[in-house]
């Protein structure tokens, strides 16, 4: 059974950094991209980067590029997304999620198949 499990979130003061975690079962890295999300209250999922199981390949939104890291350990089998330079807009509950690796790498939510309970994320000073 594929599993996700994000953590890492917290509050933090604006201009701040954290590093989120995305803990998934064995060879979730090997056939899926991994996406991470995020959704503030009332307002729509946003996709913010994918990092693809093909070739590393990474993709941001615009709205976190050059601010926003993701990286992945085979090993730990883990996904990470550390963020930088946080802004209060930032805030929201933060999720991962897997598409078909055989998928050109996306942040589109409804190529997502599966995802995680999420992490919350609060940037306030």
């Known amino acids: 059974q594929l599993q996700l499990v994000e953590s890492g979130g917290g509050l933090v003061q604006p201009g701040g950094s954290l590093r989120l975690s995305c803990a998934t079962s064995?060879?979730?890295?090997?056939?899926?991209?991994l996406g991470w999300f995020r959704q503030a209250p009332g307002k729509e999922r946003e996709g913010l980067s994918c990092i693809s199981a093909r070739d590393g390949g990474t993709v941001y939104a615009d709205s976190v590029k050059g601010r926003f890291t993701v990286s992945r350990d085979f090993v730990k089998r883990t996904v990470y997304l550390q963020m930088t330079n946080l802004k209060p807009e930032d805030a929201g509950v933060y999720y991962c999620?897997?598409?078909?690796?055989?998928?050109?790498?996306?942040?589109?939510?409804?190529?997502?198949?599966?995802w995680g309970q999420g992490t919350q994320v609060t940037v306030s000073s």
């Open positions: 999620a897997v598409e078909n690796r055989y998928l050109d790498c996306s942040i589109y939510d409804d190529r997502y198949t599966d």
């Open positions: 064995e060879f979730v890295l090997d056939y899926y991209n």
